[in-house]
């Protein structure tokens, strides 16, 4: 099979169109004909072995596919690596069934910056009826999913960071109800602005550095920031404890693969909830482009250089 493999560490040009085995899924695995596999800003950082978890050469990447069964299944799956193929073994307790009504292009969309988003509203920060929301990176896969559910689990106002007139209006029309240049001067500024006068209730943030500083310092007596990513490559300031006494502040982190850990089903449920809501034209996907597999490293520059809208894919059969 044609796979883009990893043998050394890098940039987008570690990324190698190459003919491997087909991938054995071991006893009750499930075997994949890939049709899409998503691309993540995480891939670019495990290119690179700066992700959270170490990577090992060789390898080939993407963590999340869309495709067939050897029995007719439709079915999107995070992978333990592999994806960018034109096959991937799939562990069938991260596999879920496409309904009808859904495309193979929205359901990748949801199971990583989906369900990214719904466990940073449900289970990090616990929105409340009424609070306000600001959410980095806007214009992105998790940024235009996180603004919409903001909106459907009742956000009082939601607030979209983005660079560039194009991606600020991209979340408008996707709900936010207003939107702040991510390149403003003072951050926390411009948050507050953005609200009216009022210090915000919660931050997504996946950026770092001097967005997350001014970001926490925006935020209301009771406030929570969810860090979840660090797209600058910058590190924000030490978290103080005493400061998060003092302003009755909470900094929660979010890594989606810790969601299997939690009792219950928990990704089974933000699953079928936003398939539901697809399904049913009350929550939009937003595609920021579909590549040849032999094109990955465009996706990567892509992603690296911040010029993405919505969901990148790769597509192995072309």
């Not at 043998?7 to 087909?22: H, K, R, S």
């Not at 800003?41 to 999340?64: I, R």
């Not at 007719?72 to 596999?95: F, H, Q, S, W």
């Amino acid at each position: 099979m044609r796979a883009i493999q990893i043998t050394e560490f890098g940039g987008p040009e570690v990324l190698t169109l190459t003919e491997l085995p087909d991938p054995d899924p071991g006893p009750g695995g499930l075997l994949v004909e890939v049709d899409r596999a998503g691309v993540n800003y995480a891939d670019t950082h495990q290119a690179e072995n700066s992700y959270l978890a170490p990577a090992t050469l060789p390898l080939v990447p993407g963590s999340e596919v869309a495709g067939r069964t050897a029995d007719g299944r439709r079915i999107v799956a995070l992978t333990a690596g592999g994806g960018y193929a034109e096959k991937a073994a799939v562990d069938p307790a991260m596999a879920y069934d496409i309904p009808d009504g859904v495309s193979d292009e929205a359901a990748l969309a949801l199971v990583v910056q989906g369900a990214t988003a719904w466990v940073l509203l449900r289970k990090s920060v616990r929105l409340e009826p009424g609070e306000s929301v600001v959410v980095h990176a806007a214009a992105g896969g998790v940024g235009t999913l996180a603004v919409q559910l903001a909106k459907l689990f009742g956000a009082g106002r939601v607030i979209a960071v983005a660079s560039g007139t194009e991606k600020r209006d991209r979340a408008l029309e996707l709900g936010a109800d207003t939107a702040v240049d991510s390149a403003a001067p003072d951050m926390a500024a411009a948050l507050i602005e953005a609200n009216g006068g009022r210090r915000v209730d919660v931050v997504l943030d996946m950026v770092g550095g001097r967005v997350t500083d001014g970001s926490l310092r925006a935020l209301a007596p009771f406030g929570r920031l969810a860090f979840y990513g660090m797209a600058s490559r910058e590190l924000p300031s030490p978290v103080k404890p005493a400061n998060l006494m003092r302003f009755s502040t909470t900094v929660a982190g979010m890594w989606l693969p810790h969601v299997r850990l939690l009792p219950g089903d928990v990704m089974g449920r933000a699953m079928a909830e936003m398939f539901t809501l697809v399904a049913d034209g009350d929550l939009r996907t937003v595609t920021g482009g579909v590549l040849p597999l032999a094109r990955a490293r465009e996706a990567h520059e892509a992603l690296r250089s911040r010029g993405t809208v919505g969901k990148l894919l790769l597509d192995p059969t072309a």
